[in-house]
């Protein structure tokens, strides 16, 4: 590279921000060319993640009011997926079922996470950058990553990525990008965020031709755009966007900026892909760019685009929120101008990306997601015929009522969708949508409303109240309860579903004898931190054990302990106030039950659902029924993260120092992801019984 060039560029390679024309013009830059004619006949990989990006956002999904001509370009020379939908409503879900191939919920992913928070993607499941890198990719992540950063173990470089330059602030100007997980470096004040990010991309590509052009390279860019807050270059140039940019015009200048703010990520990924031509290897090349979920209300609102085809927006189960953008290219396997109606979701990334970077997957790795190569391939694809689940978690709300089902889900099968809205306090009722979204994608006819299908019980206490349905076969059925029947099937799908999702599989590290406590292997799943947690176990309180008997249950040390105190079940979590917004609580939780235990066999389960920006919601079970639950005083902001340098993670039917073993038998625990609604607790409990023969 010329000395002009050399100048022009940040010494560290952190910022890559001389111009592309001074990069491709050098004489380096044109022998790196050259040497790509020894490109891999894998391809390399750009995964170009966009963020709130909506189907009302881009030209080629008929967008009326904003420039996309980069992404246009893409799907006139590749394939556009009509059916394309993002593993969840909000981010962080998404991204770990692109990275993972597994539904977010098996991991407790439910919200997004902050960056202090302790949760992220469990060691023991592989991610798309070590399937990747396993088959000889190199692998560079560049943006937001917002799966998990509060953990060494949970960051990209531990995940599968040999260079990573992670985003974790919020805004376009006066940034930093943390490289390797090393110090910050700083983004120059007066260069917009998706510019340096593309910059990194395109050094991050040219560099690896020169250094192997036989070795394929996966570029993970996540950008932030367009996500709020709003902020296009200050510089953009307007002349032939003429978006409204003045706020004294009397125009929409929030639309307008949001605008300008789109177009410039599509200008940045042109430049990207002109980079590929340049490099030799866009023939080569599998460029895939996608949105993370719908976009928000206040740039997406029907005042805004009337003609906006879909409903709803980020965080809710409309179609506006989970369908979104996807465009693929890759010479000489994608047909170009090309469109496909076929059902794609994000846990199909892995699978499919796998398959052709002719990766083997460990044994025993279970994915969610099938590859879709096929569809790629311009094959016939016939939709599976598993039902698709959405699943959200809302934010802390004071009057949710913990007794009852709280989180918002969406049930697809085949044209059919059901929306589920818990009740945001005890004397509403849960409200359900049923739509055919073939015939009404826009979600505007509730199937349901002839027939509000409401479910009626005892308000408040520990039931789940799913309604019994008339069901009607064969002859002239009423429409509507033919429609309350479907309903019905696809709630069905949604609990057989849920009971079969985020079970913590750990196995037996060492056995119990009379003073040694049992402990079990490391899975980070185990530290619930601010999310929702479920811990059930049977115990057998030895005969003529005294009614103050006191011994532990289980411990993770370092964060909660579940024993008997005096006889009684105590439950005692310990808070974490680094994670979130701070709230006024106690440092710790303790729940006990009123009575004490008598010998013989019992159920103990506890319930954490836990929020990043309140307090953790806590429920103590014996033998299926709730003796304690956290309140006023009595809750913590978020559970301690527990002892991690130790060699153990959960200790059963013992304390860690082997003190406190407890007067009787404990069984190995099941422990999941989640926060089990009282009914679910109540089911166990029964399934637990027939085990026992009691």
Not at 297 to 310: K, Q
């Amino acid at each position: 590279m010329n000395a002009t060039c050399t100048n022009s560029i940040v010494s560290n390679a952190l910022l890559a921000l001389a111009a592309v024309a001074c990069l491709m013009t050098s004489p380096a830059f044109a022998s790196e060319t050259a040497a790509a004619a020894a490109s891999p006949q894998r391809p390399h990989i750009v995964f170009v993640l966009l963020d709130d990006l909506d189907t009302a956002d881009v030209g080629v999904y008929a967008s009326s009011d904003i420039r996309t001509p980069s992404i246009d370009a893409l799907a006139r020379s590749g394939l556009r997926f009509d059916r394309y939908y993002a593993g969840a409503p909000v981010c962080s879900p998404t991204r770990v079922a692109l990275l993972t191939g597994v539904h977010p919920a098996s991991m407790g992913f439910l919200r997004a996470v902050l960056p202090t928070s302790l949760r992220g993607i469990a060691s023991t499941i592989p991610t798309l950058a070590q399937v990747l890198q396993s088959s000889g990719y190199r692998t560079v992540h560049l943006g937001k990553w917002h799966v998990g950063s509060g953990r060494e173990v949970y960051l990209p470089t531990r995940k599968g990525f040999e260079r990573s330059y992670r985003f974790e602030g919020r805004g376009y100007f006066d940034q930093s990008l943390i490289v390797d997980d090393a110090a910050e470096q700083p983004i120059p004040t007066d260069v917009h965020l998706t510019t340096a990010l593309t910059d990194l991309a395109i050094e991050e590509l040219r560099s690896s031709i020169a250094s192997d052009p036989a070795r394929p390279v996966f570029i993970n860019l996540w950008h932030f755009a367009p996500h709020e807050p709003i902020e296009p270059p200050r510089n953009f140039d307007n002349s032939e966007t003429g978006y409204c940019l003045d706020a004294t015009a009397g125009c929409d200048i929030s639309r307008g900026e949001y605008a300008a703010l789109v177009t410039h990520v599509d200008q940045e990924l042109g430049r990207l892909m002109d980079a590929l031509d340049a490099l030799g290897i866009a023939d080569n090349t599998l460029v895939i760019v996608a949105s993370d979920n719908g976009g928000t209300p206040g740039n997406h609102a029907r005042r805004t685009i009337p003609e906006r085809t879909l409903s709803g927006y980020k965080g809710t189960m409309s179609e506006g929120a989970i369908r979104v953008p996807m465009v693929v290219r890759w010479p000489g396997t994608v047909a170009p101008n090309s469109n496909t109606t076929a059902t794609v979701t994000s846990v199909d990334l892995l699978p499919t990306l796998a398959a052709i970077a002719g990766a083997t997957l460990d044994a025993g790795t279970q994915l969610d997601g099938r590859s879709f190569l096929d569809v790629l391939q311009g094959q016939a694809r016939v939709d599976s015929d598993d039902a698709l689940i959405w699943e959200n978690k809302p934010a802390n709300n004071a009057a949710l009522d913990f007794t009852r089902i709280t989180n918002t889900f969406a049930v697809r099968k085949g044209p059919w969708k059901l929306l589920y809205h818990p009740a945001m306090n005890p004397l509403a009722s849960d409200r359900r949508e049923l739509f055919n979204v073939a015939t009404d994608p826009g979600e505007r006819h509730n199937l349901l409303a002839a027939k509000p299908y409401f479910s009626f019980g005892p308000y408040g206490r520990w039931d789940l109240r799913i309604p019994q349905v008339s069901i009607y076969r064969g002859g002239d059925a009423d429409p509507a309860e033919t429609y309350r029947v479907i309903a019905n099937d696809l709630e069905h799908e949604y609990w057989q579903w849920r009971f079969s999702r985020g079970e913590i599989p750990y196995v037996t590290a060492s056995a119990r004898d009379a003073r040694s406590p049992a402990t079990l292997n490391f899975d980070e799943r185990l530290d619930f931190n601010d999310g929702d947690f479920t811990f059930l176990t049977g115990v057998d309180v030895a005969t003529g054990a005294p009614e103050t008997a006191t011994g532990v249950i289980a411990e993770r040390p370092g964060s909660w302990r579940l024993s008997l105190q005096e006889g009684r079940v105590h439950l005692h979590v310990r808070g974490a106030h680094s994670v979130g917004v701070k709230v006024d609580v106690a440092d710790e939780a303790q729940l006990s039950s009123t009575t004490r235990l008598k010998p013989g066999a019992h159920h103990v389960a506890f319930t954490a659902y836990g929020f990043r920006d309140a307090a953790t919601v806590l429920h103590l079970f014996i033998d299926g029924v709730a003796v304690a639950s956290s309140g006023g005083g009595n809750t913590i902001a978020a559970a301690a993260g527990g002892t991690t340098e130790a060699p153990y993670t959960l200790v059963i039917g013992n304390d860690a120092e082997a003190n406190e073993p407890f007067p009787g038998e404990v069984e190995l625990p099941k422990a999941y992801t989640r926060s089990f609604y009282a009914a679910e607790v109540m089911g166990a409990y029964a399934r637990w019984l027939t085990q026992q023969g009691l």
